[in-house]
């Protein structure tokens, strides 16, 4: 499809328009490079989360989407002065003749959302965004290239920075799992001593002073580009035998995954982002990870260690806490565990954050795709607790459901 840009202003298309969504005018890009400039200049000064980064979701578009037939739709809203207010990075999927209206690389980020303007949503009335919604659908509908049979915005936080995610006022549902963070404090011992009890304090000690008599431990930040590359390399290689002693999908196996994190990681743009880092016992690399910095946050997005003798020593934890030292004596203030009910986040951390999906179908077809999707995430609790293959089936079926 040809660069598109569709341009229609909201005045006309809510009924008594009211606060911040006054008058806004809106242009849809179908294309990234022509909405490249405005999106990464609004992100410096926006509220959103890492995953909305431009570079982030090129890559995903570059490496993964555009092969499975994704069309952008990024939808910028100004103001009367032309200043951007928000984006929406929303995509069209396509799997034969069905089409769905989704985030933009949904698949790899953990949360969905606008990027939004300072103080955009706070003061927001729900009938000023679902009307505002309504006319972006209209808007996008209009086009016959852009048709789809059902919306599915998936995993949208509650909140994006200090501000209540306006996509709630739609009929949204709660997701069965939630994202964990912990509160950071100022001062590693002081976290530390308040998150570990006086045994697990001992028993960890002794494990890493076994660690220890193997050659000394070192946490090493790895910034050179080729030293990046060989560390992902390993990373990527860590993860997947974890992946066949859990008996679970590898993700790498998916076409363009691995082009895609090896991307990320080397990409210019996203240099005071990304953090790749180890965990080095003597000449042996036992442990590596994959972190992304944004604001005042830190998020963990892939870790992993050798399974080998030492890992009954923990090389595992030891990194993870290296990271959480590293976090705050570089001033972050909340460390991001991502999505996941896993115990070892609870050890750590104190704020869970709800997560929430928007289902809605457009046509005959995308009623069925719809009532599918719903009567898997509902059975997801029950699943969870079933075999592998038995999870392997079911995520089978809820791919087919996309579309």
Known sequence: MAAGRLRRRNRKAMSEPQGNVSAVEVDIYTELRTAERWWTEFERRAECTVFQKFAWLAAWHNNIGRHQGSTPVIVLGRDPNGKVQFILPLAIERRGATGRLTWLGAE????????LGQNFANGLRTQDFC??????IGLIRANPDLRFDMIDLDRMPERIGSQRNPFLDLAVLPRTYGAHFATLGLDWNKFFLSKRSSA?????????????EHGEIRFVQVTRSDEIERSMNLLIEQKRRSFARMQVEDIFDRPGYLAF?????????????VHVSRLDVGDSKIATGLGLRHKNCYSLILSSYEDSALARYGPGRAHLQHMLRYAIEHGFELFDMTIGDEPY???WCDIEMKLFGYYEATTLKGRAIV?????????????TRMPPPVRRLARSVHRLSKY
């Not at 790899?108 to 990027?115: E, F, G, I, S």
């Not at 994190?261 to 982002?273: E, G, I, M, N, S």
């Open 108 to 115: 790899l980020c953990d949360y969905n959302a606008p990027l």
């Open 131 to 136: 009307g505002l919604w309504r006319a972006v």
């Open 200 to 212: 697990t304090r001992k028993r960890e000690r002794r494990q890493f002073r076994h660690l220890a």
């Open 261 to 273: 994190f090896h991307d990320v990681a080397t990409d210019p743009r996203l240099r005071d982002v």
């Open 345 to 347: 986040k609870l050890d």
């Open 371 to 383: 009532a599918v999707k719903m009567a898997i995430d509902h059975a997801k609790p029950l699943i």
